[in-house]
């Protein structure tokens, strides 16, 4: 199994302004993903951050307004750009490990509030 | 393109009465299911996946290629049940997953 932290796990920021949020695993994971979950919605899957690579970006999300970075096998950056309160959401982050690909751990998650 | 819906967002029943939740899903090869759970105050965890055919606290849930349903069931509910139930999709070779929009079970006493 691993064991996800996120940092900051909530944050109230300005419109046009950007956060970064970190994503840390206590071992080596082969994959690891970045989630948005609106209010009331489901998790939509942002991107796969690819470790050495840059990442794979899901349809309606794009590098620019979300840029990754996954420098290792056990960390990842999620950057949300040029905020607005439509980004106003909790996102989390998530892996999987080399042993176990079926099975998605999950960080606690970071709730953002843009005004 | 994949889907998963969940048609419940929420569902109520007695302790100790069945529950149902209902997961459909579209898809145009073989997918693997998974139930996710998410307890108040807690990260969201594997429930169960389709391909152990296995019981998890009590929960069960069948792959229905025909209906292209994953429901998840259990006869006897109990009031620490009560959580955010997700359906998940994964693409084998893909290693992404797809989730229902999710439904809350809220267990009375």
């Known amino acids: 199994s691993a064991v996800i932290s996120q940092k900051p796990s909530r944050d109230i920021c300005q419109r046009g302004t950007s956060l970064t949020i970190q994503c840390q695993v206590d071992s080596q994971v082969t994959m690891m993903f970045w989630y948005r979950q609106q209010p009331g919605q489901s998790l939509t899957l942002i991107a796969t951050?690819?470790?050495?690579?840059?990442?794979?970006?899901e349809s309606g999300f794009v590098i620019d307004k979300f840029p990754i970075s996954r420098p290792n096998l056990t960390f990842s950056t999620l950057t949300v750009s040029n905020m607005s309160p439509e980004d106003s959401s909790i996102y989390l982050c998530?892996?999987?490990?080399?042993?176990?690909?079926?099975?998605?751990?999950f960080g606690p998650g970071t709730r953002l509030t843009v005004t | 393109a994949q889907r998963v819906t969940q048609p419940e967002k929420l569902l109520s029943v007695f302790k100790g009465a069945p529950v149902e939740l209902k997961c459909n899903y579209s898809?145009?090869?073989?997918?693997?299911l998974f139930w996710y759970v998410q307890y108040s105050r807690q990260r969201l965890q594997l429930l169960l996946r389709h391909i152990s055919r296995e019981s998890i606290k009590g929960f069960t849930a069948d792959l229905n290629k025909g209906e292209t349903s994953f429901h998840l069931k259990k006869p006897f509910a109990q009031e620490e049940d009560s959580a955010m139930y997700y359906c998940a999709l994964r693409r084998p070779n893909f290693n992404k997953f797809y989730f229902g929009s999710g439904t809350k079970l809220n267990v009375k006493p």
């Open positions: 951050a690819n470790q050495g690579s840059e990442a794979t970006y």
């Open positions: 998530s892996a999987t490990d080399r042993g176990d690909s079926y099975e998605q751990y």
């Open positions: 898809y145009s090869g073989s997918p693997e």
